[in-house]
């Protein structure tokens, strides 16, 4: 897995980071286009839980829909955080498809290993704090919101 990436007005490719916020974490993704944002702030989701590389072998579906993209990025992140814990998998790769107000989403991932993935914490859920999709000026993408953890 890549560590986060510095953003600079010069970026224009796709990155994540995290960001601090008092006992919960900030994630945030930065691409090409929306839909490539929405995937760097999953990997930064699972940049939370660990540092190790994760093997991409098991696909699974998700799709959400939402009545504007800023809840649509919530749904997003609750569904992979859905699919982490019930699966008890983490996921390294992601793709994802928006058309309006729909997501579609395929999670490659594995099954947790605790000795080689050393979880650091468990993600609870996407949060409306500091919740922001966005394009600037540049037509760089940014999605991202506190996750509580």
Known sequence: MAASMPIGPCMNR?????FP????VGVRGFGATMAEAFEQAALALTGVVTHA???????VEVSCEAPDLE??????LNAVIYEMAVRKMLFGRFAVTIENTRLNGTLWGEPID???HAPACEPKGATYTALRVGQNAGGLWSAGCVVDV
């Open 21 to 24: 916020h008092e006992a919960d």
């Open 53 to 59: 590389e994760i093997k991409s072998v098991i696909p």
């Open 14 to 18: 796709a990155a994540w980071e995290h």
């Open 114 to 116: 605790v000795a080689r």
């Open 71 to 76: 809840l649509l990025f919530v749904d997003w």
